[in-house]
């Protein structure tokens, strides 16, 4: 790691305009985080076309950083207060959370979670400065073979290993491929899939199915869903937790970091697996494990140290091997492709001022993170009083505006309802968007890396498995492949054994008779 370029980051970060969009970032993250339904990828989709007018690129990629990591904070809030996950990553927290609430222990809940939060977090920045120059000059040996290999990889693991049925992200993820061929072929020029429309010979811009299927799609569905269905917040005391709660959160914040930080830099991984993981853990751990679900303050600080552990090491793909995690990676991804940057290995030497600011900017604004998530609690519970109708219209007005003004184009605005009501179709039948998105964003990678590939290979496919690396990675591919295959067949293997079983048994009493 070089130390001087580590330290010119905090320089980059400590300039007024960079520190004011970083505090708007996390407050906003906070904002949306509080607000179930609508997410960071939603709104950071929302924002990208801020960044296109950004006059610092730095800046804008801070702030959107800011929304994703404060996110996880904010989804903490509706969690234990309202039993409503204001994040998919703060969904087991509603486990604890709410039942800690009722006990008149809401405060206390927030506050280990707000402390576990930051530690998980500060861990994993401490991990991302370490490992990421790392991970970055390894990555400099990487060639068309080995990205066709790891996106494909990426794209695989986003729909196997995420929540959901995995049948449908496969079908999502290949829809998904499919439209990111549409346009001019980047190799011969022939028009693919724009059935004559001038408008497609450019292709789908990201922006637009990105803002269809989060922003409007979201909007939509949660008018639906929160319709008619009032909620009063839980009241909030004893925001401090005691020490006796500290000693008891404590090795639940320390494993809950551990296991965030390692299933955050997977694809497919991210922060909802990663508390998923940490909440097992600590019921596995716990001597009494009852007590889970009626109020363990470990079921609060092990997932949420997790979910901020994942959120931040999440961005060592995106930033040194130029692969996002997951959707909300995706939109970071895009949003460094609209200023001029591309992610990959080259990024450290190329721009040590954006790669090191943006890691260094996570010390300061999760520090601020922990300074406003206390005492902004009781403005976002007043905030989860406002109704959806009002606040739909005001949300879905700023998309439209923000895909007019990317290419002033009216087409672009009926793409991204079509997105929408795709999106509202999709969230509606148990189709999840994000393994859609990441397949739309890493298609063309593939396509491109695939089609070098084989000129370097001069058509021969075996060029992939002979060279170590992708090679290596494909071996992963089929274990990916392979697992849910494998795990389907033994579940249906278990029940004829216990009936074969229990037949035998039945047939032993009989005899006995």
Avoid at 159 to 186: C, E, F, H, P, R
Avoid at 197 to 223: K, P
Avoid at 496 to 509: F, H, P
Wanted: aromatic letters at 8%; one cysteine or more; hydrophobic letters at 50%.
């Amino acid at each position: 790691m070089d130390l001087s370029a580590f330290l010119d980051g905090f320089g980059v970060v400590t300039q007024p305009g960079n520190l004011l969009y970083c505090l708007i970032g996390v407050v906003v993250g906070m904002l949306i985080g509080v607000l179930p339904g609508l997410g960071p990828a939603a709104t950071m989709a929302i924002l990208l076309p801020v960044v296109y007018s950004a006059h610092d690129p730095v800046a804008a990629i801070i702030m959107l950083a800011g929304i994703y990591y404060g996110a996880q904070y904010g989804g903490t809030i509706t969690s234990v207060l309202l039993r409503i996950p204001g994040e998919a990553s703060s969904v087991v927290t509603v486990f604890d959370g709410f039942a800690l609430a009722k006990q008149g222990k809401a405060g206390t809940a927030l506050g280990i979670a707000a402390i576990g939060s930051f530690i998980g977090a500060t861990i994993s920045i401490i991990g991302l400065t370490l490992l990421g120059p790392v991970v970055a000059e390894f990555a400099l040996d990487f060639g068309p073979p080995e990205y066709a290999a790891l996106a494909l990889l990426g794209v695989l693991l986003v729909a196997t290993i995420g929540n959901g049925n995995t049948v449908k992200a496969l079908a999502a993820a290949a829809v998904g491929l499919l439209l990111a061929t549409v346009g001019s072929d980047s190799f011969t020029s022939a028009d693919r899939f724009t059935f004559g429309s001038l408008n497609l010979e450019d292709g789908i811009d990201f922006v637009v199915v990105a803002m269809g299927l989060f922003g409007v799609g979201e909007i939509l569905y949660n008018l639906e869903e929160r319709h008619g269905k009032p909620h009063v917040p839980a009241a909030i005391a004893n925001i401090w937790p005691s020490r006796k709660d500290l000693k008891e959160a404590g090795p639940a914040i320390g494993r809950g970091s551990v296991i965030g930080f390692v299933l955050g830099v997977l694809p497919g991984g991210g922060a909802v697996m990663a508390s998923l993981a940490a909440y097992a853990a600590e019921k596995r751990v716990a001597k009494k494990p009852e007590r889970f679900g009626r109020g363990a303050i470990e079921g609060v600080a092990g997932p949420e140290s997790a979910n901020n552990a994942a959120a931040t090491s999440s961005f060592i793909p995106l930033l040194t091997i130029g692969i996002p995690a997951n959707a909300s990676m995706a939109m970071l991804y895009a949003a460094l492709l609209v200023v001029g940057v591309t992610p990959g290995p080259q990024l450290i030497d190329e721009r040590p001022d954006l790669f090191w600011g943006v890691v260094n900017s996570m010390y300061i604004g999760n520090l601020i993170l922990l300074l406003l998530s206390i005492p902004l609690v009781g403005v976002f519970v007043k905030i989860l009083r406002v109704r959806p109708a009002i606040l739909a219209p005001i949300t879905a007005l700023i998309t439209i505006l923000g895909v007019y003004t990317i290419r002033n184009s009216v087409f672009d605005i009926f793409l991204m309802i079509f997105f929408g009501v795709v999106g509202y179709l999709m969230k509606k039948t148990g189709f999840e968007p994000g393994p859609m998105v990441l397949a739309f964003v890493l298609g063309s990678l593939i396509e491109s890396s695939f089609r070098r590939s084989m000129l370097i290979f001069e058509g021969d496919a075996t060029g992939f498995v002979t060279r170590p690396i992708s090679g290596t990675i494909l071996a992963f591919v089929v274990v990916v492949i392979a697992f849910p295959l494998i795990k389907k067949a033994f579940r249906r293997s278990t029940p004829a054994t216990d009936t074969a079983t229990d037949t035998e048994t039945v047939q032993r009493e009989d005899s006995l008779r």
